[in-house]
């Protein structure tokens, strides 16, 4: 414990001296890289000394109110004339960025349209316009909710009152805005604005951040705090990024993804260059127009890029590093063979949650390490009353090694758990009391996750990504997987719908095609009898021209649930998979009577 308390000590004097910070960052990375070059226990050891070295920093911060502003500001005063931020043939430098922020903090308070401690809704899609506001907000002292742009309607309104927010800022004043009693600007206003107004702003900095995110019902609010930010931000530091780097962000600025890519970008003064939305056939063309070096992905963006059509240039770029969540190990074997050696970095971490769990070691498939910075535990959970199984004394069960379990972090004053923005209800309901011992809290992430002997962290599955037909778990995933090994099949979502008096949920996949072709009900039958146990099975299928993507994936996927199978209702082609002819036919309201009335057993 003294060892420990004066390590301490001297991290604190070593940060107060604002001129070697950068040094300690960098003997941070350099612990980072050591870390990875060492044999099991070491590599343990270093990576614990580097995560304590990051709380410490962090706490430093904290304690003194340095905020991602202040470091904006320190990087604009230190390097003007870097390019901040690369945008369609635009460059903005740090000295610019830090000009156009100033000027749209100005707006904002000449039309007396927000005062301190207000906060700033924000439903505008990847833009330099956003980063400025974005800046402009925090250096009012606001807070800032930023809204997913792809919600529409109740949902939406019900974010904006989550938010409390008093001002919403829109890129275009559409329909369902009219009728909200608030006060509405477009950003293509503050153009105009902007261009006037030219004066310094210095105000105090912010508060609080909201990042709007879908699960399941109606999207929810996560309260982003000043340290929990601070934590995002560190994310790419630790990625081993460096100063002449260029991140690519297609991710949208109001997941925290993005949000982590920009900010994690200006503490490292490096140059963004931002796209509008992400495009699988424009990705690579921008890498090399921009010189990209690390880009950011999901899941989703990995298999799309392995899904373009091969191309001789495809390994003609300079990224380096990929970072990001939720890629398949099939899609990142293909990815590596195609777009060559890109170290992909895989984290894990829920936008509310209070875990972050990193892939430092270079074992592959595996998300992160057995720690103590942020104590978990993986517990068992009963898939079909969707709780955590408890014992006899009413505590949680944790799963031995090597078994699937919930991951639930402890929620503590290091790792705390800050909930959503006016919705108690929800708040509560992520939280499991009484886990390990009677009283203790912990944050239910939904994810299962698996842990070897060595300690090391996998992902399993999303608990909503599980769902139970004739008594055995379907992984969706896993469905999702088989269905696009057919080559021609370009996506695929996978989920349960009810069937009246049938208990569980039925398979059913939403499918994309490869342009000029078309469904071969035969052969896909085929794939799925070989690959996949009949109760896996997708009996119904759905194909869509193209399914959206990021961002909005899980809600597209709730969407679909609620649409169920009912081909009077849907538009696109549903097929029905008959086991007595082997193959897929068409869904006819016959077939639905039949399968609805037990005629046709399921
Ligand atoms: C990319 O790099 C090339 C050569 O190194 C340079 O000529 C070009 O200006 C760079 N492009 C950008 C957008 O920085
Ligand atoms: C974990 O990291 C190693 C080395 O950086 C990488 O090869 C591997 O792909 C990563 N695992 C995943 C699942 O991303
Ligand atoms: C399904 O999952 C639940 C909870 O994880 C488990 O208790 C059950 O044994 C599983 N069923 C099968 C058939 O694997």
């Known amino acids: 414990m003294g060892k420990v308390l004066l390590l301490r000590i001297i991290c604190v004097v070593v940060l107060n001296a604002p001129r070697l910070?950068?040094?300690?960052?960098?003997?941070?990375?350099?612990?980072?890289?050591?870390a990875k070059s060492q044999p099991q226990f070491t590599s343990l050891l270093f990576y614990f000394i580097y995560l304590f070295f990051v709380h410490i920093v962090v706490s430093h911060y904290i304690q003194n109110n340095y905020t991602i502003v202040d470091c904006f500001l320190e990087r604009v005063k230190k390097q003007p004339n870097k390019p901040f931020l690369l945008f369609k043939d635009e460059t903005f430098t740090y000295q610019d960025a830090d000009r156009l922020s100033n000027q749209a903090a100005r707006a904002l308070l000449q039309n007396g349209l927000v005062k301190q401690g207000d906060t700033v809704t924000f439903f505008v899609t990847n833009e330099?316009?956003?980063?400025?506001?974005?800046?402009?907000?925090?250096?009012?002292?606001?807070?800032?909710?930023?809204?997913?742009?792809?919600?529409?309607?109740?949902?939406?309104?019900?974010?904006?009152?989550?938010?409390?927010?008093?001002?919403?800022?829109?890129?275009?004043?559409?329909?369902?805005?009219?009728?909200?009693?608030?006060?509405?600007?477009?950003?293509?206003?503050f153009v105009n604005v902007i261009s006037l107004a030219c004066l310094k702003w210095r105000g105090n900095y912010f508060v609080t951040s909201y990042n709007f995110f879908s699960g399941t019902g109606f999207p929810k609010a996560a309260v982003i705090s000043h340290t929990k930010l601070w934590r995002f931000v560190m994310i790419l530091?630790?990625?081993?990024?460096?100063?002449?780097?260029?991140?690519?962000?297609?991710?949208?600025?109001?997941?925290?993804?993005?949000?982590?890519?920009?900010?994690?970008?200006?503490?490292?003064?490096?140059?963004?260059?931002?796209?509008?939305?992400?495009?699988?056939?424009?990705?690579?063309?921008?890498?090399?127009?921009?010189?990209?070096?690390?880009?950011?992905?999901?899941?989703?963006?990995?298999?799309?890029?392995?899904?373009?059509?091969?191309?001789?240039?495809?390994?003609?770029?300079?990224?380096?590093?990929?970072?990001?969540?939720?890629?398949r190990a099939n899609v990142w074997r293909d990815f590596l063979n195609r777009f060559g050696n890109i170290q992909i970095l895989e984290l894990y971490g829920a936008?509310?949650?209070?875990?972050?769990?990193?892939?430092?070691?270079?074992?592959?498939?595996?998300?992160?390490?057995?720690?103590?910075?942020?104590?978990?535990?993986?517990?068992?959970?009963d898939v079909e009353q969707g709780k955590p199984l408890r014992d006899s004394t009413g505590?949680?069960?944790?799963?031995?090694?090597?078994?699937?379990?919930?991951?639930?972090?402890?929620?503590?004053?290091?790792?705390?758990?800050?909930?959503?923005?006016?919705?108690?209800?929800?708040?509560?309901?992520?939280?499991?009391?009484?886990?390990?011992?009677?009283?203790?809290?912990?944050?239910?992430?939904?994810?299962?996750?698996?842990?070897?002997?060595?300690?090391?962290?996998?992902?399993?599955?999303?608990?909503?990504?599980?769902?139970?037909?004739?008594?055995?778990?379907?992984?969706?995933?896993?469905?999702?997987?088989?269905?696009t090994q057919v080559d021609y099949i370009t996506e695929a979502t996978v989920y349960g719908v009810e069937v009246p008096g049938n208990e569980g949920r039925i398979g059913m996949a939403a499918i994309a095609l490869k342009d000029g072709h078309t469904f071969d009900s035969e052969g896909v039958f085929?794939?799925?009898?070989?690959?996949?146990?009949?109760?896996?099975?997708?009996?119904?299928?759905?194909?869509?021209?193209?399914?959206?993507?990021t961002g909005t994936f899980k809600l597209m996927k709730a969407g679909l649930v609620k649409e169920g199978f009912n081909p009077s209702a849907i538009p696109d082609p549903l097929y029905f998979l008959d086991d007595r002819e082997k193959k897929f036919v068409p869904l006819t309201m016959d077939i639905v009577h039949a399968v609805l009335s037990g005629k046709i057993k399921i």
């Open 395 to 483: 505590l949680c069960i944790q799963v031995p090694k090597g078994e699937p379990g919930l991951l639930v972090a402890e929620i503590s004053v290091r790792a705390p758990f800050l909930g959503y923005a006016r919705d108690l209800q929800q708040t509560e309901k992520k939280k499991l009391h009484d886990v390990l011992k009677k009283g203790d809290v912990f944050f239910n992430t939904g994810d299962l996750m698996l842990i070897d002997k060595d300690g090391f962290v996998y992902f399993h599955d999303r608990i909503g990504d599980t769902f139970r037909w004739k008594g055995e778990n379907v992984s969706t995933n896993e469905v999702a997987d088989v269905i």
């Open 128 to 189: 330099p316009m956003f980063v400025w506001l974005w800046l402009a907000v925090f250096k009012i002292g606001c807070s800032a909710a930023l809204l997913n742009t792809n919600i529409r309607s109740k949902s939406l309104l019900h974010c904006f009152k989550c938010s409390g927010a008093q001002v919403l800022l829109v890129a275009e004043v559409a329909q369902p805005f009219q009728r909200f009693p608030m006060k509405i600007c477009e950003t293509c206003d």
């Open 21 to 34: 910070r950068f040094f300690y960052h960098r003997s941070l990375k350099k612990i980072l890289n050591h």
């Open 351 to 381: 936008t509310e949650g209070n875990i972050i769990l990193m892939n430092y070691s270079g074992k592959i498939g595996a998300v992160g390490r057995d720690n103590f910075f942020f104590p978990f535990a993986l517990i068992k959970y």
């Open 526 to 549: 085929k794939h799925l009898e070989s690959f996949l146990p009949a109760y896996a099975r997708p009996r119904f299928i759905r194909i869509q021209s193209s399914l959206d993507v």
């Open 237 to 327: 530091r630790s990625c081993g990024l460096k100063s002449d780097d260029v991140l690519y962000v297609s991710l949208p600025l109001y997941h925290s993804a993005g949000l982590a890519g920009v900010t994690g970008a200006i503490d490292l003064g490096i140059t963004v260059a931002l796209k509008r939305k992400f495009s699988s056939s424009q990705f690579w063309d921008d890498c090399r127009k921009y010189n990209v070096t690390a880009i950011q992905y999901i899941g989703e963006i990995m298999r799309f890029l392995c899904n373009t059509p091969k191309k001789p240039n495809d390994r003609s770029h300079k990224v380096r590093i990929a970072i990001g969540n939720g890629i």
